[in-house]
């Protein structure tokens, strides 16, 4: 049986050329010993010549056999033991064209490459009854492994969504996110890094495994702290530790670079990384990022509650919404350039007011727009504190004189609002997703639902899909007041601890810092999920705590992507018809960002100088680092030379 794999294993032969050595010298010396007697005349009682007695030397002690590389079959399941917690609960091996799949049922994904995937359990989970949301076997972690020949000595670990639990990862009859864009599969196959997944922690038994928080609750309500600890950082460290132990023992020597990549959830991950674990990686990339967890998923539920205090809980038709969003996109996208090009490049310049726009307004609210999409007066600003952000009495100040954007919070706003122009009838968009065709109320976003519910540990707060023994989701966030979601706003900050520290805004990274490691952040200005500002006040908080804003950028840089929703992807909505253009902004590249966070790791390149391109590459801008923002020097307004940060 193959020697048991620990993370402590050298895999250096050592041959002992010194013992050779002190055994040679002990014949030498028995040898001048022997010559010295015979020249003194010594002799036996016959005359003889006396010789020496000698005899063999002893054999060399035999080489360290050293480890044997782990195999992917099924002896990897006893040879790699990190130690007591980890178990392999799955071993399998790929060829090149292969079908990833478990059980036999095709789920056209093919095998980029020949690849070994391992599939983990990290202990001690979480006791609890058979099917409860909070009860957990451990962690669950999927590795992907390319062959020897094909690994390019880097680990290059993904991040979560939502409240993760994707539970396909530790299942033994599927394939966490195989035909996902950021599949590990996929990044082992296609480039020969080693990559891996993570539930977290617990495994979601919802149609929607990101959108469910019930597992963060315990079958009497109160707070699972196990659950929380795994979810906030204990499943991404022990995924990262456990990567990099296995590429170890699978290639014979350790990876040479690791790498975080994660958006939203995964931003927040990569944060949390760098804050409480940061000899994990050499470089982070964190996009969109889900920092300050607490506040600004509660936050998420502000539009919901607008739309219930002050529209009698009847939400915005999808008609309405692309209306008033494609009307400021159409009053903001020329700023730059002084051409309307179907996106905004600087929400902070935009403070468009719906409420004084006659071509939006309904005829009875002294508009001159007769269509079913016209707004009223009041649902006009409604959409102004929807922009804005919650604020404690859901109060909002005129556009005119504060829009509630940039690094610093207003005295009554307690988190940011969309920008201006952002999707609003997107299906995910926090708490305006569209009516329930069946019972006629609006939905809100779920992860804002079952956030709240637990801020309030009240159960009954959140969506039906929040199960709990104490009760289920019964939709009460629908009675909730300005002020009482103010409150679920104080009580997530008040809960941190039992939290975890899930909010992850420690801006304190000296240790991250002092080991030379690289963090790479980036953030759509069309997000319609997580307000891009939340990134700008952290990073600023950070550059308080680390020295200033020189001092940080030297390890630690944040870019801003103009028309970029979440994650990727256009979010701002196109202009009216007639006045802007359709929108086709620059947008990184798949893998773009990452390339430019390796050559600052492994190059020292770093990364002030990257280009951006659209879709037919008909349109290229610099893109800038925070807070430097692009400005229009003069030239083709297609050409990235005609453009600067500043």
Known sequence: MPTPFTPFTRFTRFHRPHLAARALGACCLGLVAAAALTACGGSDSSGGIVLPVTSAPPPPPPASAGPVPLACDESLKTAFKPDADTTVTLVRQFRKGDD????GKPTGTKALADLCMVKLNVGPGHAGPAGAPSTSPGIG?????PAASAWNQRVRVLGGGGFAGEPTISALESIGNAGGVDSPARVAGAEGSVSAITDTGHASHAPMAGVDGSFAMNPDGTVNTAGWADFASRGIHEMAVKAKALAAGFYGEAPK???????????????MQAQVNPDDFDGILAG???INWTTFIT????PQVVMQRDLGGTPLTPDQMTLVSSAAVSACDSTLTGQHEGFVSDPAACKYDPTQDAAVLCTGSGGSNATAACLSTVQAQAVNKIWYGQTRDGSAPAPASDIGYGATLASNQLWYGLT???VFNNPAAPGLALADST???PNPFPIAAHQVALNLQDPTLATPDFVNATGNGANRWKGLSYAQLANASDRGKALQAAFSNINADNPDLARFRDRGAKLLTYHGLADPLIPNSGTAHYYERAAKAMGGIDALQKFYRYVEVPAMGHCAGVGSVNGLAGTSPAANPPLPAPNQLFAALTDWVEKGVVPDSVVLQNADKSLARPL????KKIAYVGGDVTKAASFACR
Do not use: F, K
Request: charged fraction near 15%.
């Open 257 to 271: 670079y690791s790498y975080w990549d994660g958006c939203s959830t995964g931003g927040r991950q990569g944060h």
């Open 100 to 103: 990833l799949n478990l059980d």
């Open 141 to 145: 972690i999927e590795v992907w492994l």
């Open 439 to 441: 019972a006629g109320v």
């Open 624 to 627: 800038c680092t925070y807070p």
């Open 288 to 290: 969109n990022s889900a």
């Open 299 to 302: 936050g998420e539920l502000y």
């Open 420 to 422: 201006r122009g952002t």
